[in-house]
Nanobody
Framework: QVQLVESGGGLVQSGGSLRLSCAAS????????MGWYRQAPGKQRELVAA???????NYADSVKGRFTISRDNAKNTVYLQMNSLKPEDTAVYYC???????????????????WGQGTLVTVSS
């Protein structure tokens, strides 16, 4: 079983910074794309940023130039550096990962998609 554990959320003033981390753990798995989504009260969950195994990145227009996603493949960990935070960035941030899980001899594999439990980011004005 693969799990994602997030950390780094909290309360920050407008213009401040936070760094979120998300680590994947388990056995017999590999991770391809990792990403961060967020869901504000009364709104749908939306993609914030994603990064592929090769390092290609994708950002929501609303965070371009302010947020940076990165990953450490050896640690199966993804980070989200959030700068110049705004009150509208307030949301629960969820880590997401896709990849594969394998049988014990790696002869078989199946698709994997897993979500973290979410971490709250609150930006005060």
């Amino acid at each position: 079983q693969v799990q994602l554990v997030e950390s780094g959320g909290g309360l920050v003033q407008s213009g401040g910074s936070l760094r979120l981390s998300c680590a994947a753990s388990g056995t017999l798995f590999s991770i391809n794309t990792m990403g961060w989504y967020r869901q504000a009260p009364g709104k749908q969950r939306e993609l914030v940023a994603a990064i592929t195994l090769g390092g290609n990145t994708n950002y929501a227009d609303s965070v371009k130039g302010r947020f940076t996603i990165s990953r450490d493949n050896a640690k199966n960990t993804v980070y989200l550096q959030m700068n110049s935070l705004k009150p509208e960035d307030t949301a629960v941030y969820y880590c997401n990962a896709d990849g594969y899980v394998y049988s014990s001899n790696y002869a078989l594999r199946s698709d994997l998609e897993v979500w973290g439990q979410g971490t709250l980011v609150t930006v005060s004005s």
